[in-house]
């Protein structure tokens, strides 16, 4: 399949079903979990594992899955990792205890590992050049939609049947995704004579779950609790010593020479810094809806929808611009654009209605649609075919490193002002949850107050990366990607 073949859009279609079912998973159990505790009289500990098994698995997986890709080739792991997706689904939504659904949430997160790197280094190898920027801005959008739709889908289905059949929903755009794809994507060939850097593949892996267990345990027990500094300085000394065997290794996991690109380098930070936005926001909405409105899943769901309304109609304008103004400036105006809209939000007050939030949130996406997929498109200009998968793997591991760490830094904000806000008196279960603030009678009012408080503190801290993210775009973000400007330039492209 060459770069004029239509099928390859196709393919991206089929591509996108399927990723939808990853967006889905990501807020669809936070739907369930109230139901879960009841059901498989699950603790709180478990509860939480529910989550933190599947992050931390996927963490571990994506720079060994991403080399496996590029070793044996994207096409054949990208089905086995839908299929593996497919059957975990299933085997949550029929898990008959709390440790049969932590170990079904562990095969997810094997496969989400493999699909998410895989799927990008597809785009980076059958979309070269100035089309990979529409083909990242689908990938995103895709498993975005996912994320608003599974408190909508997911809340129905508990409402009207059981909890399994929220991990049900997972199912039917895998299948379509699996048989399409067979048909659709070419076999991309792999290099089978490149060595597995095992050593590097254990300090990265190690590394990873080892700090983003800590900075789940930070969220939880504070940023002074041992369970939290331990692992979070095990994985930095890990991922230390990752990066000093990658200058010595014959075949390292991860080659030093692309951390001299500046496309790379800037294009991943940038696409880092987005995301920290995008988490921060979905972090406190849901949260607020909540509490201030008293929404349940369903409701909260359809408000979040402005987030992705705004951010296909960023990725649609920004696509259209960006020929002409290039990356640097479509990518400043999206962090210009995710500033107003924090710093519009962060003004909220308890009497705002709905049509406030819609107004900010909406800004949000429309930031992340001008800033995340160029930023990610200018990175994986950078990576030659031959090394798009683990390329793909790295990229993802520092979103998913800097998405975490956003959640615990903005959680302690939210948690830190909103119990501030409350009276003295306040019984700990409202101090560490403003869903059971709200309930206390004669305390529902300064709970609201609280929490907005907090909120507002949030989203200035959002903010302020923001502006750092908009500062790094002037200073060292390439206009355009490595590989489209020596195309345009009329020499050969060697990327990576």
């Known amino acids: ?52 098994a599947y992050t931390l698995v996927l963490a571990a997986g994506l720079l060994p899955a991403g080399l496996l890709g590029d070793r044996f080739g994207p096409k054949r792991l990208l089905l086995g990792a839908l299929t593996l997706f497919g059957l975990a689904s299933v085997a949550c939504a029929y898990s008959n205890s709390a440790e049969t659904l932590i170990a079904s949430r562990v095969l997810l997160g094997i496969g989400g590992a493999f699909l998410v790197p895989m ?68 076999d991309i060939p792999g290099n089978p004579a490149q060595r597995i850097d095992f050593r590097g593949i254990a300090l990265s892996s190690l590394g990873l779950v ?55 380098r800037w294009g991943a930070v940038l696409a880092t810094l987005a995301s920290f936005a995008m988490m921060g926001a979905m972090f406190v909405l849901p949260q607020y809806f909540q509490a201030v409105f008293g929404t349940d899943a369903l409701g909260t769901g359809l408000r979040l929808l402005p987030v992705v309304g705004g951010l296909l109609v960023g990725v649609q304008i920004a696509d259209r611009i960006r020929p002409r103004l290039g990356a640097k400036v479509v990518v400043t105006a999206g962090f210009a654009l995710l500033v107003a809209g924090l710093a519009i939000g962060a003004n909220t007050s308890v009497g705002h209605g709905y049509g406030f939030a819609a107004v900010w949130v909406s800004l949000i996406g429309l930031g992340l649609g001008f800033s995340l997929p160029p930023a990610m498109d ?51 279960a409202a101090r560490e949850n403003v869903a059971v603030g709200v309930r206390v009678p004669g305390l529902a009012d300064a709970a609201r107050r609280a929490f907005v408080h907090g909120m507002n503190g949030t989203l200035w801290v959002c903010a302020a990366f923001a502006v750092l993210g908009a500062v790094l775009t002037v200073a060292f973000l390439p206009r355009t990607a490595e590989d489209v400007a020596e195309a345009e330039s009329g020499h050969e492209v060697v990327a990576g």
């Not at 900075?215 to 000394?237: F, N, Q, T």
């Open 1 to 52: 399949m060459n770069a004029s073949d239509p099928r390859r859009w196709w393919a991206l279609g089929a591509l996108a079903v399927a990723l939808l079912a990853f967006g889905l998973d990501v807020t669809v159990l936070s739907v369930a979990l109230p139901t879960l505790a009841v059901d498989l009289r699950a603790s709180t500990s478990q509860l939480q594992w529910f989550s933190n």
């Open 119 to 186: 799927s990008m280094s597809v785009l980076a190898v059958l979309f070269p050049g100035k089309d990979r920027g529409r083909a990242i801005a689908v990938w995103a959008a895709a498993m975005a939609l996912g994320i608003p739709l599974g408190p909508v889908v997911g809340g129905w289905l508990l409402d009207n049947f059981w909890w399994g059949s929220a991990f049900l929903i997972n199912v039917p755009p895998i299948a379509i995704g699996i048989v399409m794809l067979i048909r659709l994507l070419p």
């Open 378 to 428: 200018i990175a994986l200009g950078a990576l030659s075919p031959a090394r798009a998968g683990v390329g793909s793997g790295l990229l993802q591991a520092l979103r998913q490193v800097g998405g975490t760490l956003g959640v615990t830094i903005l959680g302690t904000v939210l948690n830190a002002a909103y119990r501030g806000g409350l009276p003295a008196g306040t019984p700990d």
């Open 210 to 264: 080892a700090l983003t267990y800590g900075l789940v345990e930070a969220g939880d027990r504070g940023w002074d609790s041992a369970w939290a500094l331990v692992p979070m300085l095990g994985g930095v000394l890990l991922l230390a010593g990752f990066a000093a065997w990658l200058g010595r290794a014959r075949d390292p996991l991860v080659d030093p020479k692309l951390f001299s690109s500046n496309g790379f």
